[in-house]
């Protein structure tokens, strides 16, 4: 008897679980625009305060300008933490330097 209640608790205990984890909502893009800015802009290689973030069904695009290829792929290492994102597309450029050709 006590076997049978153990068990059925389980059971209810475990659907419970998957039912509260599918109604879960991902992030939606907003969030994830506002979260990929908030990293871009806090970290002191990419600067990203000038870079333009828009985000369409988890699929991040960054825009704009850096000083070296080295803050160009960290924003997108960056942007790839944010939760929800499930692809980053960089069109960054980099900035010539004077007098370079």
């Known amino acids: 008897m ?7 608790l389980a059971a209810l205990f475990l659907a419970t679980s998957v039912c509260l984890a599918a109604d879960k909502p991902a992030p939606n893009d ?3 625009t506002d979260q990929v800015r908030i990293k871009l802009a806090a970290d002191p290689d990419v600067k990203g305060g000038a870079l333009e973030v828009t985000t369409a069904q988890g699929v991040v695009t960054i825009t ?3 000083e070296n290829d080295h803050a160009k792929g960290k ?5 790839k933490k ?3 994102v ?5 069109k960054i450029n980099v900035k010539e330097k004077p007098g370079a050709r």
Request: hydrophobic letters at 45%; charged letters at 25%.
């Open 2 to 8: 006590t076997y049978k209640l153990v068990c059925a």
């Open 64 to 66: 704009g300008d850096v």
């Open 86 to 90: 499930k692809e980053v597309v960089n």
């Open 82 to 84: 944010v939760k929800g």
């Open 30 to 32: 907003n969030l994830i």
């Open 75 to 79: 924003a997108t290492k960056l942007a």
